[in-house]
């Protein structure tokens, strides 16, 4: 499994490690979710050398992003609807460990929670992933 809390900022070998590793967690998510292929993008964005930077997959539905966020937050997977893959604003976001990205079918499973629009199915699900993720202690 990869470090996905290891800090890459400053550090151009591991946030180009981070940026492949991404996109291939993006990818296999991609899969997961079922998006047909040529129905997503996935990009890249390496950022200047303070930030991680951060990977994309849009689709026409959903927009995920992942990144390290500055705070040291566990938020570093955004979640939201939107409406084409030209809608960079899209709906309400929603968070996610980046420790999720060593488990697309969990993962999945929250993205069509936020694609469902159902708060009450997002909360219910994230509350149990949340509590098991601070117990292996990441988070």
């Not at 964005?45 to 995920?64: M, P």
């Not at 996610?96 to 199915?121: C, N, T």
Request: glycine share 12%; hydrophobic share 40%.
């Amino acid at each position: 499994m990869f470090d996905w809390y290891r800090r890459c900022a400053y550090d151009g070998t591991r946030k180009k490690l981070f940026h492949r590793k991404g996109r291939a967690a993006l990818r296999a998510l991609a899969k997961e979710l079922r998006l047909p292929p040529n129905s997503f993008d996935i990009r890249s964005c390496l950022g200047g050398v303070a930030v991680s930077g951060e990977i994309i997959v849009h689709g026409e539905s959903v927009y995920i992003q992942i990144l390290q966020p500055a705070t040291g937050a566990d938020s570093g997977v955004l979640i939201r609807n939107c409406s084409g893959r030209r809608d960079y604003e899209g709906g309400r976001n929603h968070f996610a460990p980046l420790a999720l990205l060593d488990e697309p079918a969990a993962l999945a499973g929250y993205v069509r929670a936020v694609m469902s629009g159902d708060l009450s199915r997002i909360s219910a699900m994230f509350g149990p992933l949340a509590f098991r993720w601070r117990a292996c202690g990441r988070g």
